[in-house]
């Protein structure tokens, strides 16, 4: 919500505009306007989400399901990006990107123990997506491995 004497942002003439409305995404420029109410000329590049999508999951919920500290989640899925919200501290990956770590078995999954991995792909089952047999035959396969 916005005051009164607060000016428009000038999002409407950026070249962003329509990227950010489509994926809920915001820039650094437009985080200091909500904040101060005045638009500066920080960043335009659209690199904090508003929210955590429905194709994520939020650090701390996925640290809490797996038993492990942030610190351990961070080097299990090293090679996932760790995506930002816009006006929150808490931090979420985004399943696509976990699923690509756990079925390549990229370099930080040896750090995870086994239970840890079989849950891991649990959790990805669950996630909302596309029903693709392949998909499912490989998680099921890494959960029986694991478990």
């Known amino acids: 919500m916005r005051l009164k ?3 428009d942002p000038p ?15 915001c820039c650094k420029a ?8 005045e638009w500066t000329t920080e960043s335009r590049e659209p690199n904090y989400y508003t929210h955590a999508t ?3 999951i939020t650090e701390s919920e996925l640290s809490r399901r797996l038993r492990v500290s942030k610190r351990e989640l961070k080097s299990i899925l090293s090679w996932c990006t760790l995506w930002k919200l816009a006006f929150e501290e808490e931090k979420f990956y985004l399943f696509k990107e976990i699923e690509r770590s756990v079925l390549c078995r ?6 995870a123990g ?11 089952l ?7 047999t392949k998909r ?12």
């Open 5 to 7: 004497d607060t000016p």
């Open 30 to 37: 437009f985080k200091q306007y909500v904040a101060d109410g």
């Open 126 to 132: 669950a996630a909302p997506g596309s029903i693709d």
């Open 114 to 124: 086994r239970i840890q991995k079989a849950l891991l792909c649990k959790i990805l």
């Open 11 to 25: 999002c409407l003439d950026c070249r962003f505009n329509e990227f950010c409305l489509e994926t809920e995404r």
């Open 54 to 56: 429905k194709d994520g």
């Open 136 to 147: 499912l035959q490989d998680l099921g396969k890494e959960i029986r491995r694991n478990a």
């Open 106 to 111: 990229y370099p930080g999954m040896e750090r």
